[in-house]
């Protein structure tokens, strides 16, 4: 009779918490836990091209179906190799758990020369992670398992790992008998001061002109949300919080959110409070933090460290978004706010101004968002990388109706667009999956295209295709004179890519027949690629800032000549 080993019981405990995907690729540090999967039977392990794309995948996973994502590694390389995926995963407050493995416990920190074995792993890990915990012995596995599950799942919500030595995971343990026993607790839900919930009612019905900025925080508090607006209140997004409430709401700007929006800014202007809530107010959105915001703000977050981050706040409550903004309805529906009707009127006038004035700033590409949004269904979810089209269209010009169809590299980081959207379309059975992606950012992992088709994953995959880094070209025109280096790739034919690995795929050479063409892959069943040939289309005009910064590079230089 085989033995009951820590391998095999952390694929139970996955199970047990309802776990039934996770990536990773085998290796001789994981071969226990990966027998585990086998014998549970219940989990589906996806088997990737490297580590960091299944910590991206596992990622993308979470975010789409509100769920804790899983990646499996091995020791040294195979962690290390995951790491961007733990940072992105931090970024945008995703939970995750990453288990690992680690040397025999007689070679850790000796420097024996074991296999895999890298000074440190575990401190590699913490920096990266929220925390990491190492397993010391069989009988604490589960528990520290738990722990770590709890911890990913507790706001703000993040990457969790956990190290197993391999002479650990091979160790007779104990199977537990109740399934009580195997279930990591509830992670604790920040709950509101009752004073701070009163001030804060107390503000908003002082305030003539209230905005909201919801953020990433902010993603389970829609229909909390959603009442705010009905009392007459704007609001903007980030664009990691973009789809809180849906675009379809009037009093909802989304991703507009200002740089570059005169009339956004506009009501900044004329705002009298601006609630943030579950936001950073990060800087690549605030133009560094010098975006002229209300002067009068307030903050709700779960994360007790965010009252000194950024834009300072008049009243800061610490609580989670959704319980804290009910309880604040509680309030105001009892003695609601007087938001000034002109006011109300003036946020639900700026939002189409706004968005016609922003897509007069695409030049050929300024009907894409509407094309694809028409093509695509209602609930599908649109991952992208981080790309020109992206920034700009993508972010605050593409409707959304719920925060889990919004999947992007939060951290800015290029290339992770695609796992993302891979991972969202293993785990999303029944949804489409529209993957937005640049050329650069493409080829950084394009070799996980094979791990979509293996796992016939339902996902289009865009590329606009401009033959190098478009953002960079335009930073080089506004600080080097136009001097372009560094920022031109070679690449293979995109269609014959795309042949060798077995899935249909269309080119775009009309701005006029974008719409048409992704409805056709969108259609197609499995994954699917088009490219958009953007030297046939036409240069993608460069946006604000460097839109500015460009106009007045290119000043200096006339006066200079």
């Keep these: ?54 910590a991206h995948m596992a990622d993308g996973l979470a975010r789409a179906g509100g769920k804790v994502g899983v990646v499996i590694s091995s020791t040294g390389p195979g962690a290390s190799n995951a790491v961007p995926g733990l940072v992105e995963a931090r970024f945008a407050g995703t939970p995750l758990l990453h288990i690992t493995g680690q040397s025999a416990t007689a070679h850790i920190g000796r420097d024996t020369g074991a296999v895999h074995d890298v000074p440190d792993q575990l401190g590699m890990l913490g920096a990266v992670s929220k925390k990491a915990y190492r397993v010391h012995a069989a009988d604490e596995a589960l528990d520290v398992l738990k722990q770590a599950w709890t911890e990913a799942l507790t706001a703000p919500a993040g990457p969790v790992s956990v190290e197993i030595p391999i002479d650990i995971q091979r160790s007779p343990v104990d199977r537990p008998a109740d399934a009580r026993a195997w279930r990591a607790p509830a992670a604790p839900v920040a709950q509101p001061a009752e004073d701070d919930v009163d001030r804060l009612a107390r503000a908003l019905r002082a305030a003539r002109r209230p905005m909201i900025w919801a953020g990433g925080g902010a993603r389970d508090a829609g229909k909390e949300l959603a009442a705010l607006l009905d009392m007459g209140m704007g609001m903007v997004t980030s664009w990691n919080g973009h789809g809180a409430v849906s675009d379809d709401h009037p009093a909802n700007l989304g991703g507009m959110n200002g740089p570059g929006s005169p009339a956004v800014e506009a009501l900044y202007e004329q705002a009298d409070l601006l609630l943030v809530v579950g936001s950073r107010l990060r800087g690549h959105e605030t133009l560094d933090h010098k975006l002229k915001l209300p002067a009068h703000r307030a903050r709700i977050d779960a994360d007790p460290a965010a009252q000194a981050r950024g834009y300072p706040c008049e009243l800061f409550v610490h609580g989670a978004a959704a319980v804290t903004l009910r309880r604040l309805l509680d309030r105001l529906r009892e003695q609601p706010p007087q938001v000034d009707p002109a006011f109300t009127r003036a946020v639900r006038d700026a939002k189409p101004r706004a968005i016609e004035d922003f897509k007069q700033t695409l030049g050929p590409y300024a009907g894409f968002a509407a094309q694809l949004r028409a093509a695509m269904p209602a609930d599908a979810v649109f991952a992208r990388d981080i790309t020109l089209s992206n920034s700009t269209w993508g972010h605050r010009l593409f409707p959304l109706h719920d925060q889990r169809q919004n999947i992007y590299p939060v951290g800015a980081g290029i290339g992770q667009g695609l796992q993302l959207g891979i991972g969202a379309a293993i785990g999303e059975k029944g949804r489409k999956v529209v993957a937005l992606t640049g050329d650069g950012g493409f080829f950084f992992n394009m070799t996980e295209l094979w791990t979509a088709v293996q796992e016939s994953a339902d996902i289009v995959i865009i590329v606009m295709n401009d033959g190098g880094y478009g953002v960079i070209k335009h930073m080089q025109d506004a600080m080097c004179e136009g001097r372009y280096a560094h920022s031109t790739l070679l690449a293979p034919d995109l269609l014959k890519l795309a042949g060798l690995a077995g899935i249909p795929a269309w080119r775009v050479s009309r701005a006029e027949d974008f719409g048409a063409t992704a409805r056709q892959a969108i259609g197609t069943r499995g994954p699917t690629l088009v490219e958009v040939d953007m030297h046939a289309i036409g240069p993608f005009p460069p946006y604000y800032p460097y839109s500015a910064m460009i106009d007045a590079a290119k000043a200096r230089r006339i006066v200079r000549h």
């Design 1 to 54: 009779m085989s033995k009951y080993l820590v391998g095999h019981l952390v694929a139970d405990f996955l199970a047990h918490n309802g776990v039934d995907t996770v990536f990773g690729i085998i290796s001789v540090h994981n071969i226990p836990i990966m027998d585990g999967l086998t014998l549970n039977k219940t989990i589906r392990m996806v088997m990737t091209r490297g580590e960091t794309g299944a």
